[in-house]
């Protein structure tokens, strides 16, 4: 009080208020209910109002404290003795001061590793390398030259340029070889990129320029057998998966490879055409034989028919001749006519036939006459 003024009273605190008094906010927080009448607050040297010093919680400052301290203990194991992989990854677990790379690989997920220890990574999927013109490639089309033609032993084959793709794997058991022997995952992929192209430069010369359109696949069999022999035994991985994407050869002998196949192309359809006249020809054949046929058939139908129409009208006519002279018989017996007389008879029919009515004088008798006068 010595220091604050003539006031010996000390302004009371939210704890020294009478039970059941609950202060106002305000109050509580500049330390009372305020002065009584006659007192004043105590003033510093200076003149500035005091204040009574604010407290707050409930008293578990401590809980908090221990929570803060529990969570940055948890933080700092998490970063400092954990480590985190992809799915599709492996790790291989190194220590970042002595060097020392466990032999066990593992492959993704959260791990306890320890302080100043880190994975070294590499891919769990297959891995694909691409050897094309692409900007994506992992390097350009496999220059190389084919195996010599028989049909020219002096060429010492043909030059081509291989554009491929192909996809390896990584075996978790032998990881920590593939890091010994060649390093991290992107010089091991280097190392396997050079070791492919080889392969498949090599493999090319054991096929003839016809093979790479006519047995590519074959081809591509063996270029895979090849290259997964060789990056099992060098580099310890598998690969899985070959495919040729294009082949190139000079353009000179491409054209001349067009124009060879263009002329064997049209010999298949001349000989397709030879066939079809041959056919042509053929049913021209049958056509003719069959139209010899016809008509050596309708001659001689026609010469039967018309025999048979003859011996039909000789027939009518010895029919109609024997009727007759059986009807002039019976003429002359009824009318009892001679022979003259009937001569005469077939005299005046045949000249009425050619002239119409004649009429022939006969001698006249007196009286009737007989029938036969009257013929």
């Not at 109002?49 to 929570?67: N, Q, T, Y």
């Not at 001349?270 to 003719?288: A, F, G, K, W």
């Not at 119409?356 to 006459?369: C, L, S």
Request: net charge positive; glycine share 10%; proline share 5%.
């Amino acid at each position: 009080s010595s220091h604050f003024g003539s006031s010996s009273k000390v302004p009371r605190r939210i704890g020294a208020l009478p039970s059941g008094t609950v202060p106002p906010m305000r109050t509580s927080l500049l330390g009372g209910g305020g002065p009584s009448d006659g007192e004043r607050p105590a003033v510093g040297l200076r003149g500035r109002r005091w204040l009574p010093r604010l407290r707050g919680g409930s008293g578990d400052d401590g809980c908090s404290f221990c929570a803060g301290v529990l969570c940055a203990m948890v933080f700092a194991f998490a970063l400092f003795f954990m480590s985190v992989l992809e799915p599709n990854e492996y790790g291989l677990l190194r220590n970042s001061i002595s060097g020392v790379v466990h032999v066990d690989a593992v492959r993704g997920g959260l791990h306890v590793t320890g302080p100043f220890k880190s994975f070294v990574t590499f891919p769990a999927a297959l891995v694909t390398l691409q050897f094309s013109a692409s900007p994506k490639a992992d390097r350009a089309a496999v220059v190389t030259r084919t195996g010599a033609d028989p049909q020219d032993p002096d060429s010492g084959g043909q030059p081509i340029k291989i554009s491929c793709a192909l996809q390896f794997q990584f075996i978790k058991e032998t990881l920590n070889e593939v890091y010994y022997s060649l390093g991290t995952y992107e010089a091991a992929k280097q190392r396997y990129v050079l070791l492919s192209a080889n392969v498949v430069g090599n493999t090319a010369q054991d096929f003839i320029p016809t093979d790479f359109w006519m047995r590519r696949d074959v081809i591509a069999s063996q270029m895979l057998y090849e290259i997964n022999r060789t990056l099992w035994r060098s580099g310890r991985v598998m690969a899985k998966h070959f495919e040729i994407l294009r082949v190139d050869f000079a353009d000179s002998y491409e054209q001349t490879i067009t124009q060879i196949q263009v002329a064997e192309q049209q010999k298949v359809v001349n000989e397709y055409d030879q066939q079809v006249q041959t056919v042509v020809q053929s049913i021209e054949v049958m056509r003719s034989e069959n139209n010899a046929t016809i008509a050596n058939i309708s001659a001689g139908a026609s010469a039967t028919s018309k025999e048979i129409c003859a011996r039909a009208r000789r027939d009518a006519f010895n029919l109609k001749q024997g009727m007759k002279a059986e009807k002039y018989a019976q003429l002359r017996n009824r009318l009892g006519l001679t022979t003259d007389q009937m001569g005469e008879f077939f005299r005046i029919q045949v000249l009425q036939q050619n002239r119409g009515n004649v009429v022939v004088g006969v001698p006249g008798q007196a009286g009737p006459r007989s029938p036969k006068q009257e013929l």
